[in-house]
C-alpha cells in the first residue's frame, strides 16, 4: 500500500477521485448506471478505475432514505479516531457527469486533505490506518447526503455493518437489521 499518487488523480490529468462509500463500488452498480440509460442520457463507453483504500476521520452511515432498488443507502460522516475499508473511484469528465446525473440526493463535496492510503489485496485495516492516519492527506470528493444521516436513537448516525472499520464509534446495523427497524418504526406511525 501508498499513499494516493496525487499525479494520477490530479483533475488536470483527467481523472477526479470520487470516494464511493456505498454501491458505486459494487460492478453491477456501475453497469447500471454506465451501460444503461440514466435520466434519459444513453450509455457512455467509459471506464471507471475502483482503488481500495483506507480513509481515517470518517464513517459510513446510513442516510435517510431508500434507493429505489429498496436499499437504505449510505453517506459519509465525520468521526474522528474511525478509519474505514473503502474504495475511490476515479473517473474521467464524461464518468463525473454521468455519475451526477445518478445522485440527486446527494451534494458533491470536496475533501481537500483526507486522511487516505492505498491498500493492498492482503492489507489489514488495522495497518494501513496507522500509516493514512500519519499521512499528509490528499484532495478528494465525496457525495454527501443533502437529507444528513439516519438517527434511530440518541441523535447518532448508524454505520454501516457491511463496511470494515477500525474505531468506530457509532451503532452498527446491517442492511437487513436496518431496513427491518424502519419498517418497524413505519409501522407504528
Not at 1 to 18: F, K, Q, R, T, Y
Not at 37 to 46: F, L, Y
Not at 96 to 116: F, I, N
Not at 157 to 163: A, D, K, Q, R, Y
Request: contains cysteine; glycine residues 10%; aromatic residues 6%.
Amino acid at each position: 500500500g501508498e499513499e494516493l499518487d496525487a499525479s494520477l488523480v490530479n483533475p488536470e490529468g483527467g481523472w477526479h477521485p470520487v470516494l464511493a462509500i456505498g454501491s458505486n463500488a459494487g460492478p453491477r452498480q456501475l453497469l447500471r448506471k454506465y451501460g444503461g440509460e440514466v435520466g434519459g442520457w444513453p450509455a457512455i463507453d467509459t471506464a471507471v478505475v475502483c482503488v481500495r483504500v483506507a480513509l481515517c476521520g470518517f464513517d459510513v452511515v446510513y442516510a435517510p432514505f431508500t434507493a429505489g432498488y429498496g436499499s437504505c443507502v449510505a453517506t459519509l460522516q465525520e468521526s474522528p479516531g474511525c478509519c474505514v475499508d473503502i474504495f475511490v473511484t476515479l473517473l474521467s469528465q464524461p464518468a463525473l457527469q454521468r455519475m451526477h446525473l445518478s445522485e440527486g440526493g446527494y451534494d458533491l463535496v470536496r475533501l481537500r486533505a483526507a486522511k487516505a492510503v492505498v491498500m493492498s489485496d492482503d492489507e489489514a485495516l488495522e495497518s494501513a490506518s496507522h500509516r493514512a492516519a500519519q499521512s499528509e492527506g490528499v484532495s478528494v470528493y465525496s457525495y454527501v447526503s443533502k437529507a444528513g444521516c439516519l438517527s434511530l436513537d440518541a441523535h447518532s448516525p448508524v454505520s454501516l455493518s457491511e463496511i470494515p472499520s477500525v474505531g468506530r464509534a457509532y451503532r452498527e446495523m446491517s442492511q437487513r437489521e436496518v431496513l427491518e427497524e424502519l419498517r418497524h418504526l413505519d409501522s407504528e406511525h
